[in-house]
């Protein structure tokens, strides 16, 4: 981080299913909003709680990311006859930066595959990537660090 740069606000989500249910929580869980992975397919529920009294914008984009990624993810798995492991998670981290009087959005992911081969799960996070309207939408506006953990 640069002298003349803050992190005004963080946004943190993780994202994890079971075969009925779905949620995705940020760190203090003042709000529940009812979302689903778009497109795919399934009836599962996803729940994002919000980390303060009221969500901040990067806590509401965090949650929605991370819900439609998931979804990218059992598209992409599916794409590539892959069966998904049942402790698979996302988590997401968009911060709020100020530089001078300049402000901007960033976001950090890490793609937990347990079990899987590394190489693997870094072709299927790479290829959600593509398939997410959200990471569609924000290449090139948004530096995205991704990891994956296995």
Request: one cysteine or more; aromatic letters at 6%.
């Amino acid at each position: 981080m640069s002298k003349t740069e803050a992190i005004l606000f963080i946004g943190k989500t993780h994202t994890a299913a079971s075969p009925r249910t779905g949620e995705a929580r940020a760190a203090h869980g003042r709000l529940d909003i009812k979302t689903s992975a778009s497109g795919s397919g399934t009836s599962q529920e996803q729940v994002f709680a919000a980390a303060l009294p009221h969500p901040t914008a990067e806590q509401l984009f965090a949650g929605a990311w991370s819900a439609c990624y998931y979804g990218a993810i059992g598209v992409a798995a599916q794409e590539m006859q892959l069966k998904l492991p049942s402790d698979l998670a996302i988590e997401i981290e968009v911060d709020m930066v100020q530089t001078g009087n300049d402000y901007f959005l960033r976001a950090r992911f890490n793609v937990i595959v347990p079990g899987e081969a590394r190489e693997v799960a870094e072709a299927l996070a790479h290829r959600a990537h593509e398939i997410c309207p959200y990471s569609k939408g924000t290449k090139g506006n948004i530096d995205v660090e991704a990891k994956v953990t296995v």
